[in-house]
């Protein structure tokens, strides 16, 4: 058949291209035997020397031929193929703008290009598919394989590295569709099964499980690019939607691919249009179907989450379809919709300059948050409060909201998921961490500053309401106060009128009745009785026949006449509102007059903002004094959390405690304390953490110097001393022993310390003691802190003084007891024990205070207890010499404090 006569139309299988469809329809007349193909491949490649793209026409049962033995021929015979189909269509998608742009084309010359293009585009595609499906298989079969081995495995299958021929190829798909091709096709309308050849390649390289890896990413971005000009130039949307809905039901590893190309189409293409359709689809879905397919919904779910990161504004739109899932049974989907939801608080509606409508919106997602906080299932519970995490770490929760989300997260404390439990200390600790309010939240400290600035705030709105009802005195009252200067004023005019022609009064011309009336009224207020009584006489002259200056009795006296005036004038109904003054008027009175009430108002505005100011800092010391209660509520409930069997949950637990504490909350030392014999706890975990909570706490105090940060650690562990129990004091000692060992003390540490116990530098006698008590921790792990200054240890704690300090002497005693090395000796490493020399003067120190010393049965209780317990009692009954001084301790003590014939 001639390649003008017939007409290639691209099949569903490659089986429809041996059947006779229709008239005119290609045909392919021979399927080669795989001995002849590379022939019949070089034949091709001379014609296509010759007739450039168009020789595809004679020569496609060659490439058809290929492709039906693809899994038998030789490698190398399928690279060649590939190059050559490449180059083939590189070649034509060079030619075509000038062939589209020809005006004198003939149909013909258009039917054999068209049908080119659409034997090469196949050609490309189906070789390419075939690679990757052969890829694919080798793939699976390789799996035991390292990465090396498996690359390796690939080239020898193919004679090539596939991979990197992907890409190459989707790049010229990708600028053949950039033509403008449609002009090859009848009335300029491409036909969909082209469109779809070309997309369906995209969509099968997707379906590969190592797209996702780094490595492929060129070809991701080839895909996408490719994919994105088929939407934006061949009205691609309702075919791309419907498969990436199915790809995310059947593939979980294209989640995260189709996010970074959809937002990619939605931004640089503008497409975003495809977010609503997908969304859409999402939608639409029945929950009682995805509750059937959890696979399907972690894909729906996951692809929704990346996606809200990615394009939250863009997403918000479509929002209200997915609200139907959240009452849906699956819980991934409620997670998926509520992480949407905080990614548009965060990213969108974040901010103190938003609209109504946008707060509105803020709101209501974080009312949706707070209510799914007591959801049915643990994982959504848990979510939600790491949502809310996220917000007040990024500092996005409005104050408002502050009390409601930790309230939720104290409550859900109780859960009986640990995963929530966890997930709440975590919030907590992200609510101290950025808390608006101050670094120190102790309630005890707010409460005064609190109670102080509530009762000044009470104060200035109590005078506030009195300078109000001041101003809002009653007119009749205030005409009766001013009556009796004003009597007298008028009186004193009335007498002698010359007075008053000093200051007179005009009235302008343009001036009404009205308005001299509201003149008199205000010069009434201001007391300035004279200046009114004389503008009034002027203006009953002025206006005889206007209200109120034309009712004038005479037979009332002139003073009768001028008060009666003067009172209606005052008390008039208009008197109460001062502030319709015309202008002109105002323009009249001095400038003295004017002043008065220019000072007023900036007065007013002065007493309104600090009004204001009060009232903002009351509700911030009330906002953290309620924040401070609610973290103290919670210390309380996540101390008793500390001993759970979840090692997760106690390393949560510890590490809040750390942050309380540097918060400065009071009761965060129990928290502190409470950790303590988790040092002893089989898991390495817990134990590294606690070490790390009190390196954390204590080994970086705030300090100018070494010398300064030195007192302040020992300060602090000075603390931890008070009042604590034996156990207390031995996992202290553990602690210090693996701080030492490892070198984490700064030998400044133990320079302060031997000062203070010699007293080189002032301190207490509780102090004193608590120094050598450190002294004998550190020595557990360096014996050598004690051991070279034994002498001095001795003199300090067992040297004779009245009275004797026995505690001293007992904390002595214990730190020279950690000299000796107390762990079990390895098998073969025996090593002699520790042993002072007989004439060390330790033990005649000890003899002399056993023996010589204040012998009451406490005294000799304190010492002689650690004695025995540092294995020193052999020494002492060797060198105690037998005599009288051992009498009273063998015949009993005389001790009146206790029973008779009783020793200590």
Partial sequence: MSPQLYEFHLPLSPEELLKSGGVNQYVVQEVLSIKHLPSHLKAFQAAFRAQGPLAMLEHFDTIYSILHHFRSIDPGLKEDTLEFLIKVVSRHSQELPTILDDAALSVSDRSAHLNALKMNCYALIRLLESFETMTSQTSLMDLDLSGKGRKARAKSAHGFDWEEERQPILQLLTQLLQLDIRHLWNHSIIE????????????????????????????????????????????????????????????????????????????????????????????????????????????????????????????????????????????????????????????????????????????????????????????????????????????????????????????????????????????LASFLANNPFSCKLSDTDLAGPLQKETQKLQEMRAQRRAAAASTMLDPEDEWEAMLPELKATLQQLLKLPQEGEGMPEEIAETETAKEVESRIRQLLAKASYRQAIILAREAIGHFQESQPFCHMDPEDSEETRFLTLLGTIFKGPEAPTQEKTPQGAVGNLGSGETGCEDQSAPEKHREDDELVKQEMLVQYLQDAYSFSQKITEAIGIISKMMYEHTTTVVQEVIEFFVMVFQFGVPQALFGVRRMLPLIWSKEPGVREAVLNAYRQLYLKPKGDSARAKAQTLIHNLSLLLVDASVGTIQCLEEILCEFVQKDELKPAVTQVLWERATEKVPCSPLERCSSVMLLGMMARGKPEIVGSNLDTLVSIGLDEKFPPDYRLAQQVCHAITNISDRRKPSLGKRHPPFRLPQEHCLFERLREMVTKGELQSRAFGRIGSFVCRGNLSFLLCRYCPPGPTLDPIQRGSSDPHLPAGRGP
């Fill in 192 to 427: 969909e099964e082209f469109i779809s050849l070309v997309t369906g390649c995209c969509y099968r390289l997707l379906e590969n499980p190592t797209i996702s890896h780094q490595k492929n990413r060129p070809t991701r971005e080839a895909i996408t690019c490719l994919l994105g000009v088929a939407l934006t130039r061949y009205n691609h949307m309702l075919s791309a939607t419907v498969k990436i809905i199915q790809m995310l039901q059947h593939f979980e590893h294209l989640a995260s691919v189709l996010v970074a190309a959809v937002s990619l189409w939605a931004t640089d293409y503008g497409m975003k249009s495809i977010v609503g359709e997908i969304v859409r689809e999402i939608g639409q879905k029945c929950p009682q179907e995805l509750s059937r397919d959890p696979s399907g919904a972690k894909g729906f779910a996951t692809f929704l989450t990346e996606l809200a990161e990615r394009v939250p504004a863009i997403l918000m739109s479509s929002i209200c379809i997915l609200l139907d899932h959240l009452d849906g049974e699956n819980y991934m989907m409620r997670n998926a919709v509520l992480a949407a939801m905080a990614e548009m608080v965060l990213q969108v509606l974040n901010g103190d300059q938003l609209e109504a409508a946008a707060r509105d919106t803020r709101d209501q997602f974080l009312d949706t948050l707070q209510a799914h906080g007591h959801d049915i299932n643990s994982f959504v519970r848990s979510r939600v409060l790491q949502l809310f995490t996220r917000i007040v770490q990024q500092k996005a929760l409005p104050l408002t909201r502050f009390q409601a989300v930790v309230a939720l997260a104290v409550g859900r404390l109780a859960d009986k998921s640990v995963l929530v439990c966890k997930n709440a200390i975590q919030l």
